[in-house]
């Protein structure tokens, strides 16, 4: 049956607050040690993010394609982290473009003295 002149009494528009990328980000991050809160569309920005160690890694080890300007930045991050399993332990190593590699070069040139990270150089 249809009531006639009745006003809803639902709301017709969603408020920004509780829809905005920082107000969905901050739950996700309180429920998740990790990204796992997060869809793959969202790596463009999280890359631009401050990240702990942790979700930082969870990151790498999603990432598909080299395409960030951060990435470098990131990988020797991670490296200098005290779990890090050395460079090569993410797939996304192997698709670093040659100005990535130079840039982890002048950030951490130890790496040239690092088989996994010679490899992907040549």
Known sequence: RQLLDLKPNLPTR???????????????????????????????????????????????????????AQLPKLVVDDLNYRHSRGFGSFP????????????????KPDLRNQENFVNAYL
């Not at 996700?28 to 463009?44: I, M």
């Open 14 to 68: 969603l408020d920004p607050k509780l829809i905005s990328r920082a107000t969905l980000a901050r739950q996700a991050l309180a429920r998740h040690q990790n990204l796992q809160g997060f869809e793959p569309t969202a790596h463009d920005w999280l890359i631009a993010t401050e990240l702990n160690a942790d979700r930082r890694r969870h990151l790498l080890s999603q990432l598909q394609r080299p395409d960030h």
């Open 92 to 107: 996304i190593h192997g698709q670093l473009l040659l100005d990535q590699l130079n840039t982890c070069l002048q950030l």
